[in-house]
């Protein structure tokens, strides 16, 4: 199942949901030219994964979508994804795409992430898991385009 579900910045937001996975996304921002990676740079991925206090769920999700937002009005960041596992309904993932590491270090210093940082621990029932990814498929250029 597909609908229309809000805004992130100026561009339309999709719901999915399947058996295992809700899933809210932005469309391809990276066709953007201010988004897109330039040829030489590797992307900076990260997956983040939540465990949330199952009492504090909705006023989490508020505050996520709206840090998710803020993320992708950064003119680096290519994607932001926030990810539910429905088997696990407390459990949230987010995989966030920045463009090159510049772009990423960018958001580290931006202010709606000092708040979220500030805030995060009200909502979380244990800490959270960091990965930081390399890209693998589809290789890096087919999130490029030429101009």
Not at 48 to 53: L, Q, T
């Amino acid at each position: 199942m597909q609908r229309s579900f809000t805004k992130a910045g100026s561009r339309p937001a999709y719901f999915h949901q399947s058996d295992t996975l809700i899933v809210f996304h932005s469309p391809a921002s990276s066709l953007l030219a201010s988004r897109r990676p330039s040829k030489e740079c590797q992307m900076v991925i990260t997956l983040i994964e939540s465990h949330i206090k199952p009492e504090l769920r909705e006023q989490f999700i508020e505050f996520v979508t709206q840090h998710a937002k803020l993320c992708l009005e950064e003119p680096g960041c290519v994607n932001f994804d926030i990810l539910e596992d429905t088997r696990e309904p407390d459990t949230f993932f987010y995989y966030e795409v920045y463009k090159d590491d510049e772009a990423h270090q960018a958001h580290m210093g931006t202010p709606h992430l000092a708040l979220y940082r500030e805030r995060i621990g009200e909502f979380r029932a244990e800490g959270g898991v960091n990965h930081r990814l390399r890209n693998l498929y589809p290789v890096d250029e087919r999130w490029r385009t030429s101009d």
